[in-house]
């Protein structure tokens, strides 16, 4: 996928992972796929309980991001979400 007229994996740092990708494919071994992508998976997501995630939030947006969207699955609450929005707070409010 290009995007700014660079190859998105290269502006990531993930080209082992696509050639790794890549070669798993081709070998017909797709059911190991998996196993490849979960060390990638925080590139793109934040992971954890939330405190974990709320202090990788933390460290990731502060002084960059103006605002966050957060989307839950259908299955969850608004409420389920309370934890991370209230650690948020606390961590913000103690950087200023």
Request: proline share 3%; no cysteine; charged share 30%.
């Amino acid at each position: 996928m290009d995007f700014l007229g660079v190859e998105l994996s290269d502006a990531l740092g993930l080209e082992e992972l696509r050639d790794e990708l890549h070669q798993l494919a081709a070998q017909g071994r797709g059911d190991e796929v998996v196993d490849v992508i979960d060390d990638a998976v925080e590139t793109f997501a934040i992971v954890g309980e939330p405190a974990v995630a709320a202090k990788k939030i933390h460290e990731r947006f502060d002084g960059t991001a103006t605002s966050l969207a957060f989307f839950r699955q259908q299955s969850g609450t608004p409420e389920a979400w309370q934890p991370l929005y209230e650690e948020l707070r606390r961590r913000q409010a103690a950087t200023k």
